[in-house]
């Protein structure tokens, strides 16, 4: 079945960029029969949608977020990846990738473990 | 944006008793809404999509019922390991697509 896996740096400095890559296997990413998702969660606390991409690139933001993040494919590797530019402390939180149905209706329904990111000098 | 508020915040139940989460939207989001299940140190779970559908392996003791405004997630007869905190998030007309705060299941 389809898993997904996120990488990237767990310690981040304030006003850098944050970047992870969401790995997927055990199926293709350019299969088009779903969105690719990032979502985080600061400790404690409950979940953000920051957005996702299409295979064809086609992207959606949190408005909140929109002027800082990207998401990006690449389809050659099966991944997907998150940058989000000017980070604070306030960007501290367990980072998820998921994957999301095209239709309004359907949920969320594979997600990666969580990687850790501690926005600190 | 659409605001969803969860409530109760916690709800303190035993197991074999039956629990009812509410997840209430701030405007219509007709039956886009899914709920998830997170336990500590875990990734969400989805339990529930399009308001009232089991998502692949989830058991019959969870039902969601709800449109427009109002939802409701139903474990009828809780086992052990429902104990966990659970979302709902709304997949209404645009992005963002938000979540609820969450109510956290607890054992009494």
């Known amino acids: 079945q389809v898993q997904l896996q996120e990488s990237g740096p767990g310690l981040v400095k304030p006003s850098q960029t944050l970047s992870l890559t969401c790995t997927v296997s055990g199926g293709s990413i350019s299969s088009g029969n779903y969105f690719w998702s990032w979502i985080r969660q600061p400790a404690g606390k409950g979940l953000e949608w920051i957005g996702r991409i299409y295979t064809s690139g086609s992207t959606n933001y949190n408005p909140t977020l929109k002027s800082r993040v990207t998401i990006s494919v690449d389809t050659s590797k099966n991944q997907f990846s998150l940058k989000l530019s000017s980070v604070t402390a306030a960007d501290t939180a367990v980072y998820y990738c998921?994957?999301?149905?095209?239709?309004?209706?359907?949920?969320?329904?594979?997600w990666g473990q969580g990687t850790t990111v501690t926005v600190s000098s | 944006e659409i605001v969803l508020t969860q409530s109760p915040a916690t709800l303190s139940l035993s197991p074999g008793e039956r629990a009812t989460l509410s997840c209430r939207a701030s405007q219509s989001v007709s039956s886009y809404l899914a709920w998830y299940q997170q336990k500590p140190g875990q990734a969400p779970r989805l339990l529930m999509y399009d308001a009232s559908n089991r998502a692949t392996g989830i058991p019959a003791r969870f039902s969601g019922s709800g449109s427009g405004t109002d939802f409701t997630l139903t474990i009828s007869s809780l086992e052990p390991e429902d104990f966990a905190v659970y979302y709902c998030?709304?997949?209404?007309?645009?992005?963002?697509?938000?979540f609820g705060q969450g109510t956290k299941l607890e054992i009494k």
């Open positions: 998921a994957r999301e149905g095209l239709v309004a209706g359907d949920g969320m329904d594979v």
């Open positions: 998030q709304q997949r209404s007309n645009w992005p963002p697509y938000t």
